[in-house]
């Protein structure tokens, strides 16, 4: 491999190692979160909502999870069976709103702890030092892609700048 495909390489293998990590992160929750009734995305979704005194709408836990509004309308219709969460009449009429219920919060005070402590195990493998430099930098992470992604709705096909250089193919007969 010539030095530039060598680079290429390098560039490619650190954004797989980010995506190995988070799928590591993801079955973790999947099995953990299991365990409590929750999928790793209606325990965003409920966080989102804790966060945010218990009152959200769908277009903003959509944002705030990084999730199309139907994917998040379907976990929300899961949250409402359980007795979570439910819709209310916005403050305009024409929008919806989704409410914390009674039921939720008493899950979310149930859960809190319990995640807390998944958490920490999840995070022991780091120090105090490389966990403020982990949350700093996926914060600079999230925002960046939060702008490609914008840029990305709104644009055509990414376009190289260079070719990939053409490799000769070796003749195996």
């Known amino acids: 491999m010539t030095s530039e495909g060598e680079n290429q390489y390098r560039e490619l293998n650190k954004l797989l190692s980010m995506i190995r990590t988070f799928d ?3 079955r973790y929750l999947q099995i953990e979160l299991s365990k409590l009734g929750f999928s790793p ?3 965003a979704i409920m966080n989102a909502l804790y966060v945010h005194n218990g009152r959200m709408m769908p277009t903003a836990i959509s944002k705030w999870t990084f999730r199309t509004r139907h994917t ?3 976990d929300l219709d899961t949250l409402e ?3 979570h969460v439910r819709r209310e009449r916005g403050k305009d009429r024409r929008s919806i709103d989704i409410v914390v219920t009674e039921e939720g919060w008493r899950k979310i005070e149930t859960v809190r702890p319990l995640a807390q402590e998944m958490s920490r195990r999840a995070l022991s493998a780091l120090n105090r030092e490389q966990l403020q430099a982990l949350m700093i930098t996926q914060k600079q992470l999230r925002k960046h892609l939060d ?3 914008k840029n990305s709705l709104t644009t055509g096909p990414m376009i190289l700048k260079s070719r990939p250089r053409q490799h000769k193919r070796m ?3």
């Open 24 to 26: 590591a992160v993801n």
């Open 41 to 43: 995305i209606t325990f």
């Open 72 to 74: 998040i309308s379907k």
């Open 81 to 83: 069976k359980q007795g």
């Open 147 to 149: 702008e490609e992604i």
């Open 171 to 173: 003749d195996t007969r």
